[in-house]
């Protein structure tokens, strides 16, 4: 099966590229939003959102997703020690933008113990934070389909985007000082090619297509665990930041936090809000009045002048009182 | 010798026809102007990061990856220059009870009605307020600007900390640049002031009308020698 080069996406990861050249998308054009840039021109076209959905309950923790985004993007995590787990690399780095996180679960309704592995890394949001939070024209895009990238040309290596992100995800490399996360493989997806940790996965646990197709999928996937006694099986896809291009199914979606601390109701933080809002616009707007007011009335207002009957008074009391040298001073 | 409460030791007439008094030696004034030069590079290098409108600064730097590595080190400069400047200064900054009159009667002030208030030490409330203003903001951006320095201290605080240091360093430095505004103002409005951070003298005429006091405290150990 190949992808229809006529679709503006691919609806499946598992089929082979067009064999027909194809225009290569997620240009310029299809940018809807872009960071430090308020005066962005309205995208040429509304491109299918896009969505990747990890179920978890089908995950077998082999980390060929990891491999596969690590060799795609061609990034060499740096080889650690192991400490006695699973999880390696320890947490999602420069070089390693997804991660297989393991947690043990005794579950006290069942007395089951349970291996809950979650597929880390960037979620897409529809809001995103670390957009928000990025003072670099350009540096933090998000296209018409939902994908949030990050445009490293553009990057300055502050660091705002991991202060903005509500998920943890972003990483800013010690060697190049530019930040780094999952793409959901913008290239490859411009191109009609499902990303590479979807590609990869044996068990199919991570799947790629259409959001409204994954979400039909999903359900489906709800129904069959809640079938099999998962009743609080459910999505993940949180309204708290609008949605996400990356979302999960989760066999206790009741309790996301056993996921390796997945946040229950994850949003950009209103002190983000804060900085990024009425501080931004306010404090300039006062430090402009400042300045401006301070012109004005110099150049307007009568000035604070020494008259030279003060000159001639400071002589006066000079003259009064500095003692003569060798007399005893009152 | 009894101790000086409203000058420095340092603090002498250069002249005295015409009078001209010496209020910064050029030890100070070089740290001042140190001071002052990291804050101008603070403040542009900051700004360019505080509202993409001002981004366009980053130039002045070599682009938006000089910017960020240059602002945090310049700030250790500043915090260092200012706290040698602070140990000399703190002392003649400390409230005085004219200074409760001086704020009280600020209309007199800003209208130029100097006759109409008391006699001033080295500084009046105004001067003090940018001194103590500058001081705690310092601190408060050297605090929050290492909380939130990628480069060197990227797990020196939590997420949700480093959250609060970026909205505290942004609201502080909104404060900085207000106060930095009056002190410049205030020395451009008040006529003769500037000659005390250039040439480190002032005249007699302007001592006489803004700090009475301390010109007579300066003019009255003149010629004293200590051994006497």
Same mark, same amino acid.
């Given at each position: 099966?190949?992808?229809?080069?006529?679709?503006?996406?691919?609806?499946?990861? @598992?089929?082979?590229?067009?064999?027909?050249?194809?225009? $290569?998308?997620?240009?310029?054009?299809?940018? @809807?939003?872009?960071?430090?840039?308020?005066?962005?021109?309205?995208?040429?076209?509304?491109?299918?959102?896009?969505?990747?959905?990890?179920?978890?309950?089908?995950?077998?923790?082999?980390?060929?997703?990891?491999? $596969?985004?690590?060799?795609?993007?061609?990034?060499?995590?740096?080889?650690?020690?192991?400490?006695?787990?699973?999880?390696?690399?320890?947490?999602?780095?420069?070089?390693?933008?997804?991660?297989?996180?393991?947690?043990?679960?005794?579950?006290?309704?069942?007395?089951?113990?349970?291996?809950?592995?979650?597929?880390?890394?960037?979620?897409?949001?529809?809001?995103?934070?670390?957009?928000? $939070?990025?003072?670099?024209?350009?540096? #933090?895009?998000?296209?018409?389909?939902?994908?949030?990238?990050?445009? *490293?040309?553009?990057?300055?290596?502050?660091?705002?985007?991991?202060?903005?992100?509500?998920?943890?995800?972003?990483?800013?490399?010690?060697?190049?000082?530019?930040?780094?996360?999952?793409?959901?493989?913008?290239?490859?997806?411009? @191109?009609?090619?499902?990303?590479?940790?979807?590609?990869?996965?044996?068990?199919?646990? #991570?799947?790629?297509?259409?959001?409204?197709?994954?979400?039909?999928?999903?359900?489906?996937?709800? $129904?069959?665990?809640?079938?099999?006694?998962?009743?609080?099986?459910?999505?993940?896809?949180?309204?708290?930041?609008?949605?996400? *291009?990356?979302?999960?199914?989760? *066999?206790?979606?009741?309790?996301?936090?056993?996921?390796?601390?997945?946040?229950?109701?994850?949003?950009?933080?209103?002190?983000?809000?804060?900085?990024?809002?009425?501080?931004?616009?306010?404090?300039?707007?006062?430090?402009?009045?400042?300045?401006?007011?301070?012109?004005?009335?110099?150049?307007?207002?009568?000035?604070?002048?020494?008259?030279?009957?003060?000159?001639?008074?400071?002589? *006066?009391?000079?003259?009064?009182?500095?003692?003569?040298?060798?007399?005893?001073?009152? | 010798?009894?101790?000086?409460?409203?000058?420095?030791?340092?603090?002498?007439?250069?002249?005295?026809?015409?009078?001209?008094?010496?209020?910064?030696?050029?030890?100070?004034?070089?740290?001042?102007?140190?001071?002052?030069?990291?804050?101008?590079?603070?403040?542009?290098?900051?700004?360019?990061?505080?509202?993409?409108?001002?981004?366009?600064?980053?130039?002045?730097?070599?682009?938006?990856?000089?910017?960020?590595?240059?602002?945090?080190?310049?700030?250790?400069?500043?915090?260092?220059?200012?706290?040698?400047?602070?140990?000399?200064?703190?002392?003649?900054?400390?409230?005085?009870?004219?200074?409760?009159?001086?704020?009280?009667?600020?209309?007199?002030?800003?209208?130029?009605?100097?006759?109409?208030?008391?006699?001033?030490?080295?500084?009046?409330?105004?001067?003090?307020?940018?001194?103590?203003?500058?001081?705690?903001?310092?601190?408060?951006?050297?605090?929050?600007?290492?909380?939130?320095?990628?480069?060197?201290?990227?797990?020196?605080?939590?997420?949700?900390?480093?959250?609060?240091?970026?909205?505290?360093?942004?609201?502080?430095?909104?404060?900085?640049?207000?106060?930095?505004?009056?002190?410049?103002?205030?020395?451009?409005?008040?006529?003769?002031?500037?000659?005390?951070?250039?040439?480190?003298?002032?005249?007699?005429?302007?001592?006489?009308?803004?700090?009475?006091?301390?010109?007579?405290?300066?003019?009255?150990?003149?010629?004293?020698?200590?051994?006497?």
């Amino acid at each position: 099966m190949t992808m229809d080069p006529n679709l503006d996406s691919p609806r499946t990861a @598992v089929s082979n590229p067009p064999i027909q050249p194809m225009k $290569a998308n997620l240009g310029v054009g299809d940018v @809807v939003r872009a960071s430090a840039m308020p005066d962005l021109p309205k995208p040429e076209r509304q491109l299918t959102p896009v969505a990747k959905l990890i179920d978890v309950s089908k995950c077998i923790g082999c980390k060929a997703c990891q491999s $596969a985004c690590a060799e795609w993007n061609d990034t060499v995590p740096e080889i650690e020690h192991n400490v006695g787990m699973f999880e390696n690399p320890h947490d999602l780095t420069p070089d390693m933008f997804t991660l297989m996180r393991f947690s043990e679960f005794d579950n006290p309704q069942t007395g089951e113990f349970e291996w809950l592995i979650r597929k880390d890394g960037c979620m897409h949001c529809e809001d995103p934070g670390c957009l928000k $939070a990025c003072p670099a024209p350009g540096a #933090i895009v998000q296209y018409s389909n939902g994908i949030v990238d990050f445009i *490293h040309e553009n990057c300055i290596g502050c660091g705002y985007c991991v202060t903005g992100c509500p998920f943890n995800v972003p990483r800013v490399s010690k060697t190049d000082h530019k930040s780094y996360k999952c793409t959901l493989c913008s290239d490859r997806v411009a @191109v009609g090619q499902g990303p590479a940790c979807a590609k990869a996965c044996p068990t199919q646990a #991570i799947v790629f297509g259409a959001k409204e197709d994954m979400i039909e999928h999903a359900n489906m996937r709800v $129904a069959d665990l809640k079938s099999r006694g998962y009743e609080n099986a459910g999505i993940y896809d949180p309204e708290g930041v609008g949605g996400t *291009h990356v979302f999960y199914v989760l *066999h206790h979606a009741d309790q996301p936090e056993l996921y390796s601390g997945l946040p229950a109701n994850p949003q950009i933080s209103p002190v983000v809000r804060g900085w990024k809002g009425v501080t931004k616009t306010i404090g300039l707007a006062v430090i402009g009045a400042a300045a401006v007011g301070s012109v004005l009335h110099g150049l307007f207002a009568r000035a604070n002048r020494v008259s030279a009957e003060e000159e001639r008074e400071a002589e *006066h009391l000079v003259e009064t009182t500095v003692p003569v040298k060798g007399e005893e001073a009152s | 010798m009894t101790k000086p409460l409203y000058s420095e030791k340092g603090d002498h007439l250069e002249s005295t026809a015409p009078v001209r008094v010496s209020r910064y030696r050029g030890y100070t004034r070089a740290n001042h102007w140190v001071t002052a030069l990291s804050l101008i590079v603070l403040l542009l290098s900051g700004l360019a990061l505080f509202h993409p409108s001002l981004y366009f600064l980053t130039g002045l730097f070599g682009g938006g990856q000089n910017t960020r590595w240059l602002h945090p080190f310049v700030g250790i400069l500043l915090f260092f220059s200012f706290f040698v400047l602070f140990a000399q200064l703190w002392k003649l900054n400390l409230p005085r009870p004219e200074d409760r009159t001086w704020v009280s009667q600020i209309g007199d002030v800003m209208k130029g009605n100097e006759e109409r208030l008391p006699e001033l030490g080295k500084y009046n409330a105004g001067q003090k307020g940018v001194f103590w203003g500058m001081s705690i903001l310092i601190l408060v951006l050297i605090g929050s600007g290492v909380m939130i320095w990628e480069q060197y201290f990227p797990d020196l605080v939590s997420i949700p900390v480093r959250r609060w240091a970026v909205l505290v360093h942004s609201l502080a430095a909104v404060a900085i640049i207000l106060v930095f505004i009056m002190h410049v103002y205030a020395a451009i409005w008040t006529r003769g002031t500037i000659s005390a951070m250039t040439r480190g003298s002032v005249t007699g005429g302007w001592a006489f009308r803004h700090h009475r006091k301390w010109l007579r405290e300066v003019a009255g150990r003149e010629g004293r020698d200590p051994a006497e």
